[in-house]
């Protein structure tokens, strides 16, 4: 797979400003509905309860931070996180279609996940959807991460994965390549979609991703490859 280097951190934030208007209707239609059930799936694994203030890093249009208000709702907070303002506007444009009991919960912060604007301690729990594979410096967010979370909570970062089959990873190129990429460039976001496959193969794989997670101080680790290990989701717990 050929390898491009990393864009900056403004080039990513113009990618995502420029496919805002339509980034919730491709993914829907590209992962037939799926990423919402990767989303669930993930929310699975850590488990949000209702009272508890969570975090979303890299919230773009809201999606994984509605869910999560769902479990903690009516008296949990959770707070969206993302450094494209397209993609918040987004977000809170949507959280005015939910009822008052969700909308109580939810509250939007543009801002940079690399230096998040909260103190020690502050978040019973985390999540994290299709952003790390986006940071410019996986360690710092990791750390940033760790530095936020209270004692005991935990967190879901869930993105693409290379799988390890290779008939699937051939149908991921194609998917990708010959699907994801021909769509985007009739709405002439070539450039934005083709992004994601070198981000891809610069993306750490599973076991890189635990020993990235424990050397920011998490003390339990596990990554689960799913969707034919097209996607994989790493639950992280701090546990000191
Ligand atoms: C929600 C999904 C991707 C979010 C996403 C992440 C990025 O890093 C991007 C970077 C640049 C542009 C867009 C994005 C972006 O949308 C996952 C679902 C959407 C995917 C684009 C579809 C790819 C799905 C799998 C490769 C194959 C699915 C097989 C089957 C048809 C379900
Ligand atoms: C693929 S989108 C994921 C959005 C959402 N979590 C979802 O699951 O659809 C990646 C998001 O990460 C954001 N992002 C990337 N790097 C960031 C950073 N350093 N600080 C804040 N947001 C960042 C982008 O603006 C974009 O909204």
């Known amino acids: 797979m050929r390898t491009e280097s990393q864009p900056s951190e403004t080039e990513i934030q113009q990618i995502f400003d420029r496919i805002a208007p339509v980034y919730d209707r491709f993914n829907d239609f590209l992962s037939l509905g799926q990423h919402r059930i990767w989303k669930k799936m993930a929310l699975r694994w850590c ?21 999560v208000a769902n479990l903690v709702a009516p008296t949990g907070q959770v707070v969206g996180v993302d450094f494209s ?22 509250s939007w912060q543009q801002g940079n996940v690399l230096a998040l604007p909260f103190d020690d301690a502050t978040f019973d729990g985390a999540t994290l959807a299709y952003g790390l594979r986006n940071v410019t410096d996986i360690p710092q967010c990791l750390a940033e991460l760790h530095r936020v979370l209270k004692v005991g909570a ?66 339990q680790t596990k990554h689960y490859a799913i969707a034919n290990g097209m996607m994989g989701i790493l639950i992280i717990k701090k546990t000191a």
């Open 47 to 67: 488990e949000p309860q209702r009272g508890e203030t969570w975090l979303d890093l890299c919230c773009g249009s809201g999606d994984m931070a509605a869910l």
């Open 85 to 106: 303002a397209q993609l918040l506007a987004i977000a809170a444009e949507r959280s005015q279609s939910y009822g008052s009991r969700l909308q109580k919960c939810l």
């Open 154 to 219: 935990m967190a879901a970062i869930l993105d693409f994965h290379r799988p390890s089959d290779r008939l699937a990873q051939a149908f991921q190129d194609f998917y990708l390549d010959r699907v994801v990429v021909p769509l985007a460039d009739r709405f002439n976001m070539t450039e934005e979609y083709a992004y994601i496959a070198p981000s891809l193969a610069r993306f750490p794989i599973g076991k890189e991703q635990v020993k990235l997670a424990q050397d920011a101080g998490f003390g």
